[in-house]
């Protein structure tokens, strides 16, 4: 698939950004050792964001389905939260892209957020998304 029909599939623009995100888990997975249930919590960093996901850069996978409670400080002082879906997850390659150095892209799908935060993410969005 060539790069112009991946973007003509997109519902929403996007725009680049390396801001941080905390992503935690909603449904627990169990510990292979003990059995016990625990939850996921971590902060990672956005790679690029639109009014209907992102994109992260993280250390470990989330398995696509995984459904997480995610939270945004926006770079215009703003905080936005939201349930979110990994889409996807993939191995992704260095800032040189000669090498795999354990990085994982996840694809986020937003589910669901409040009018309040939904606002607050297309108030950042709408003048940046105008202009790509």
Known sequence: MSQESSIERRRYPRILLQVPIRLSTIDPELDPWTGRPFFRSCEETVADLSRGGARVQSREPLAPGRRL???????????????????????????????????????????????DHVTRLESFLHPRAAAA
Request: net charge negative; hydrophobic share 45%; proline share 4%.
């Open 69 to 115: 409670l995610l939270e945004l400080d926006l770079p215009d002082g703003r905080s936005f939260e939201a349930i979110a879906r990994v889409a996807w997850a993939r191995l992704e390659a260095n800032a040189s892209n000669d090498a795999v150095d354990g990085a994982y892209g996840l694809g986020l799908e937003f589910l669901g957020g409040t009018p």
